[in-house]
């Protein structure tokens, strides 16, 4: 499933889901750039300031958007085209693909468990965008004149609801000017409050696993997608874990947490605004009484073990 999913977006070339790049007036996008080696070198961003009618059309400005190869410093206006399935950057009254770039491939990196595509790897011959279903780009490699650049995200604020659209007709897209967050004891302003409550949307889990020597690297990140402090209450030292099941018995075969002891202690914890909690293991490919689990396709998810706890969307993967 997952090489059929990979070939259908390889004949079609780049043609995703307006999901897999939400855009939403607020929305915001931090990343860490460091050198191949490692090294910090600085951060990047970008946000959606503005949406508008076009055309009868919704396009979207953006402060700003780092990922678009040579067209990068002159992308301030983006759509998304529902008839070719593809983001499209807009130049006066012009539509060019977003995301262009010679030896063009894709690759399925990880599927629900009814095979449709959750991320997915975009690659040209000077770029490659890991794309994240409902989070947008996580991560990108950059061939730049000092070397490769690589961005990983750092924060993101996304959902946010966004204003009713203006009608533009000849008149240029100029942003909104983001107002000013809310101060206590200033008259005519309403303080905001500084704690968000947990929701069906919030926090956003996210869940992977890529191959490691000594097994799969298992990786869960938590996402908290306001600006406000979101907390959460345990009963145990376990924050969190994780579960892998047989797509064909549906039957439980190893468990992070099987077998180990936790302190029986009520705390409380919470994640910042616009940030994230990341936990990773090693899954050595072995079963609960440790045994090798046999070759075959299994099913990961992530799990924080707040309470109530808090269960990520399944991702397919397969041991060789």
């Known amino acids: 499933m997952r090489l059929l999913l990979s070939l259908i977006l390889l004949l079609q070339g780049v043609k995703m889901t307006e999901d897999f790049l939400p855009l939403q007036v607020g929305n915001r996008w931090v990343y860490d750039v460091t050198t191949e080696s490692g090294q910090k070198i600085g951060q990047t961003e970008f946000s959606v300031n503005d949406r508008a009618i076009v055309s009868g059309r919704s396009v ?12 990068a ?38 599927a629900d468990t009814s095979g449709v ?38 924060s993101t604020s996304i959902g946010r609801p966004s204003a009713p659209p203006s009608v533009v007709t000849t008149t240029p ?29 919030n926090p956003v889990l996210v869940v992977s ?10 990786e869960l990140m938590v996402v908290n997608t306001t600006d406000k402090l979101l907390p959460f209450k345990f009963n145990s030292s376990k924050t969190y874990d994780f579960v892998v ?28 605004g616009n940030s994230k909690w990341t936990f990773s293991e090693v899954w050595n490919r072995r079963d609960n009484d440790k045994n090798p689990v046999p070759p075959g396709n299994y099913r990961l998810i992530g799990i924080l073990s707040s309470q109530p706890a808090i269960q990520s969307n399944a991702v397919m993967i397969e041991v060789k």
Request: charged residues 20%.
């Open 245 to 272: 099941t047989d797509t064909a018995t549906n039957q439980e075969v190893w468990r992070w947490s099987n077998s180990m002891l936790f302190a029986q202690v009520v705390r409380s914890d919470s994640i910042r």
């Open 173 to 201: 897209i100029v942003p909104v000017p983001v107002a000013p967050p809310a101060e206590p004891g200033v008259p005519g302003r309403i303080p905001v409050p500084n704690v968000a409550a947990v929701t069906a949307e």
């Open 117 to 154: 595509a959750q991320k997915f790897a975009l690659r040209t011959s000077t770029t490659t965008l890991i794309f994240q279903r409902g989070i947008g780009i996580v991560e990108a490699r950059l061939q730049s004149a000092d070397g490769v650049r690589i961005a990983k995200l750092a």
């Open 60 to 71: 979207y400005v953006l402060s700003g958007f780092p990922f678009a190869g040579e067209s």
């Open 73 to 110: 410093d002159t992308v301030r206006t983006i759509g998304y085209d529902r008839t070719g399935r593809q983001f499209v950057r807009i130049v006066g009254d012009q539509e060019f693909p977003l995301f262009t770039g010679d030896g063009e491939s894709t690759e399925i990196l990880q």
């Open 209 to 218: 696993a890529e191959s490691v020597s000594g097994g799969l690297k298992l």
